[in-house]
């Protein structure tokens, strides 16, 4: 069983920065795999960024490579996702959820999510 809380949400300008954290709590976290969603009103869950268990694989979708970074930190239970050059089309709130295996960029694939994070960039 893995829990999982997101931080650092906000609002912020087009151009900005922010980053997003996922503080993990059960031991099984270091075996997961993390990926980051979101969801827009009206719109279904999108995958937006997904590392394996020891970091060592990351995936991004086209839409926010070079622009979003995932990591995780196993000594703190935590995940990370720095997103720079945001966008107002980033607008969403934000999920950190977990699996295990390989990085899935499907939400039907994460066993454990987050209540999520809101992420406003105004134009």
């Known amino acids: 069983q893995v829990q999982l809380v997101e931080s650092g949400g906000g609002l912020v300008q087009a151009g900005g920065s922010l980053k997003l954290s996922c503080a993990a709590s059960?031991?099984?976290?270091?075996?997961?795999?993390m990926g980051w969603f979101r969801q827009a009103p009206g719109k279904e869950r999108e995958f937006v960024a997904g590392i394996t268990w020891n970091g060592g694989v990351t995936n991004y979708p086209d839409s926010v490579k070079g622009r979003f970074t995932i990591s995780r930190d196993n000594a703190k239970n935590t995940v990370y996702l720095q997103m720079n050059m945001l966008k107002p089309e980033d607008t969403a709130v934000y999920y950190c959820?977990?699996?295990?295996?390989?990085?899935?960029?499907?939400?039907?694939?994460?066993?454990?999510w987050g209540q999520g994070t809101q992420v406003t960039v105004s134009s």
């Open positions: 959820a977990a699996r295990r295996g390989a990085i899935v960029p499907h939400d039907v694939a994460y066993n454990f």
């Open positions: 059960g031991r099984t976290f270091v075996s997961n795999t």
